[in-house]
């Protein structure tokens, strides 16, 4: 049973709360894209359940990543270079978000933090849900997101290339270390996602300049 109420906490609530931040962060149409939600919703669900089921945490990030690229291409029909982009700047902000929240419910006692980081998962599924869907509501009280990324595939916005390859570059070596954070410098993980947010508050302030020299 443990391991069906993880695979409901996933596919009903943690996973489309994920990719409608997704979507509300790179200002796409959240309507239009519903039956991708549930599409995309049900193959992490599956994705994350596998994880668990055969043990293989140690992998999760890279895992995990590898598969939503994959509904970004397959699945949103978003080239690959986005694809790439949008899922490791969201997963890295999830990670932090989740290291930071599960961090003030342990008390900052960094036993307690690895062995809940490591063990639970419906809790921190349904609060980290809740958290994504408040995030979703402000970007879209104050008109809030990146739209370099356009809403029809089809468009294919006049910039640089050079610049996106770098991004994401940048983004595929960010999301590395996080996945070292958890499985190899586990009693520095606090100290090192200290730097992965400033590093991604980097990148967003790069993005930002970005949407201001398009508009």
Request: with cysteine.
């Amino acid at each position: 049973m443990k391991y069906f109420y993880i695979f409901i906490t996933l596919l009903f609530i943690f996973w489309p709360s994920y990719f409608l931040f997704t979507l509300s962060l790179f200002r796409q149409k959240k309507g239009a894209n519903t039956r991708n939600i549930i599409m995309s919703s049900i193959v992490m669900a599956h994705v994350s359940l596998a994880i668990q089921f055969f043990s293989i945490q140690y992998m999760i990030s890279l895992v995990q990543l590898f598969a939503i690229v994959l509904c970004m291409c397959l699945i949103y029909k978003f080239r690959l270079s986005h694809s790439i982009l949008i899922s490791v700047i969201v997963y890295t902000f999830q990670f932090i978000l989740e290291i930071s929240y599960t961090f003030l419910l342990t008390r900052f006692q960094i036993d307690q933090f690895l062995k809940s980081i490591q063990e639970n998962v419906i809790l921190p599924a349904i609060s980290m849900a809740g958290i994504n869907l408040l995030i979703c509501l402000l970007l879209h009280n104050f008109r809030l997101g990146f739209t370099f990324i356009p809403v029809y595939r089809s468009v294919r916005k006049k910039s640089s290339n050079v610049q996106l390859n770098l991004f994401v570059v940048f983004a595929v070596f960010l999301n590395i270390i996080s996945c070292l954070n958890l499985n190899i410098y586990q009693k520095y993980v606090i100290e090192n996602a200290a730097i992965m947010s400033i590093l991604l508050l980097f990148i967003f302030y790069f993005l930002s300049k970005k949407e201001l020299m398009d508009t």
